[in-house]
């Protein structure tokens, strides 16, 4: 993997050579990197790292010098390029309508301010159902990945190093599991043979199917609203306290309000739904990375000895580049939990 250091203009600086290379890509959240270099290939002018081996560029946020009895070395380390988006916030308040992919987009072109280079792509042609929602101060990038992933979609800024310019875009992984037709599919299985060795757990403990959300005002006058996700069985309550929640006529009707805290309640119970958590060592070979699959595809995973079938996300690709030898480790996760359902996968 080739890597090219970029001043805070992205002028090129050098190319970097490394030791030891950790490139962590991230589907629902901002994703990271970790690279050791000699300290004399090091110039306090390098600001970014740039690839044209993968989607991602690194911003350099930390440095650290380190001397052993092999030499001295430098590590570089920090987020990739969304994090740029977080240096502003959403203020004053936003209120959004329609589909999350388009009002995200609407958000990001907003709230960008003086961000160089930045241009935010049109939201994706798809279905998505309409939503209300409201929010003031929250970091940008983190609020959109917040919304998107409720919808299985995800943020991303891209350099385009001939162009000079960074695009933020709202996009969606590939489906690839047996239900579907239009892309060849992706299976981690026993039948496959590319599976070494499976944990599994179900936790209900803290489980939640039902919100009542009561948003500004008091006593009778307090307006409440409700988010039912118990298919009309038994339900187990969750009180959110959405008073923060103002509502404002000049921007909303009252059933966009109310609609707004329903979605409240609806994210709330995120944080309450059932934990299934799995992890799968697989075997060498089969499906190969960056042709067959990628971060954000939706692949199924089969364990038949336990019963266990998942179609889920690929949410997280970590990958280590060392001594000549390539490793990539998967994370797969449906992300509309907040506590993920989640399947690791070593290659």
Known sequence: ?????????????????????????????????????????????????????????????????????????????????????????????????????????????????????????????????AASWQETGGQLADVAYTKLQTVQMSLRCRYDYQANTITAEVWQGLDRTQEQTVNPFVTFSDGFGNLVQVDASVDRSNYKNYAIVTGQDQAENRKVAYADLSGGGYKRVLYVDARSEQWDPEEQTEAEYLASLQQKGLDALLNYAIIRNVDIQTAAGGFVYLEDWDLGDQVDAIVEDIGLAVQARIVTVREVFKQNNHTVEIELGDKKLTQLQKARMIY
Not at 5 to 34: C, K
Not at 40 to 56: F, I, K
Not at 111 to 129: C, F, G, H, N, S
């Open 1 to 129: 993997m080739q890597l090219l250091a970029l001043d805070a203009d992205f002028q090129p600086v050098a190319y970097l050579p490394f030791f030891n290379l950790q490139w962590t890509r991230e589907y629902y959240q901002i994703g990271n990197f970790s690279v050791q270099i000699a300290a004399a290939d090091y110039q306090p002018t390098m600001a970014y790292l740039y690839t044209p081996d993968r989607p991602e560029t690194g911003i350099i946020q930390k440095v650290e010098l380190t001397e052993t009895v092999k030499g001295r070395f430098v590590q570089l380390s920090g987020y990739f390029l969304e994090a740029i988006l977080n240096d502003k916030v959403v203020y004053p308040a936003y209120y959004a309508t329609g589909t999350i992919p388009a009002a995200v987009v609407a958000m990001l072109r907003q709230y960008k301010d003086d961000i160089p280079l930045l241009t935010v792509a049109d939201p994706p042609a798809v279905q998505a159902d």
